[in-house]
């Protein structure tokens, strides 16, 4: 009888010996969670940083923009202190939707006998021997997916400074405006103030007279035949 009970109940516990503690199972992938926590401390660090300076970069604002090109041509000089108009260089901009960059020739117009033994134009006299195109980087560079149309600007009073600013004045080109949709709607969705006349289409420094302003903005949008902003906020008329 006492055998039966002892295989039943098992083996006499011993009073003096503490209770053991339950012990807990954590699935396995438990055991990444230190490393991924240190991992992801770390990346954050450096992320983070280094969002925030491109986020403020030129590349990505665009604004401040102004990489080096193949020529170190000085719109300060030329269009500044000589006058230069810019349709002499960029002579599409009235009939086409882009401004032409000027082909090789339109430069040794001018430097074929003026400075033209200057080692800064020396990739401009190779161009004209070989026939090569020089190789400008555009600075003001649209997204793919929207349309801009100079000549439809230009010819109806939007002068060069609006969306490029003192050209006139920039030893290096750089982007002066964002060229985002914001910023191209605030202009369509009231033109008025950057309007002008086109003989002063190029005259990047002319602004009209005080007193004149309000009856010459509503001049020209009657003489442009802007009678509402409408088609100039519509989505298709930019985004083809």
């Known amino acids: ?5 002892r295989r039943e109940n098992g083996p006499p516990q011993d009073s003096t010996r503490a209770p053991a ?3 807990f199972a954590f699935p396995r992938w438990a055991n990444y969670l ?45 269009a500044g202190e000589l006058g230069m108009d810019c ?30 033994d200057s080692p800064l ?16 980087i555009k600075i003001h560079d649209l997204p793919d997916y929207s349309y801009f149309n100079h000549a439809a600007h230009v010819t109806r009073g939007v002068s060069c400074v609006a969306c490029h600013g003192r050209i006139d004045r920039m030893e290096v080109v750089a982007q ?13 969705r009231n033109p008025g103030p950057n309007l002008r006349p086109l003989t002063e289409i190029t005259a990047l420094g002319w602004e009209p007279p005080l007193e004149e302003r309000e009856e010459l ?11 509402g902003t409408g088609p100039m906020t519509s989505c298709s008329t930019c985004h083809r």
């Open 1 to 5: 009888m006492n055998e039966s009970l």
């Open 21 to 23: 503690r339950p012990r």
């Open 217 to 227: 903005q509503s001049r020209l949008l009657a003489q442009y035949e802007i009678r």
């Open 121 to 136: 134009l020396l990739p401009v006299r190779e161009s004209g021997l070989t026939g090569n195109p020089l190789e400008w």
């Open 34 to 78: 230190l490393p991924a926590s240190i991992a992801v401390a770390v990346g954050g660090g450096t992320y983070l940083p280094v969002l925030l300076a491109l986020a403020g970069s030129p590349m990505t604002t665009d604004v401040g923009y102004a990489p080096k090109q193949p020529v170190p041509f000085s719109h300060a000089l030329h």
């Open 176 to 188: 002066a405006r964002p060229l985002s949709m914001a910023w191209c709607l605030e202009c369509h």
């Open 87 to 116: 349709r002499y260089c960029h002579f599409t901009v009235e009939r086409a939707p882009f401004a032409a960059l000027p082909p090789t020739q339109t430069c040794l117009n001018c430097h074929a006998s003026i400075k033209a």
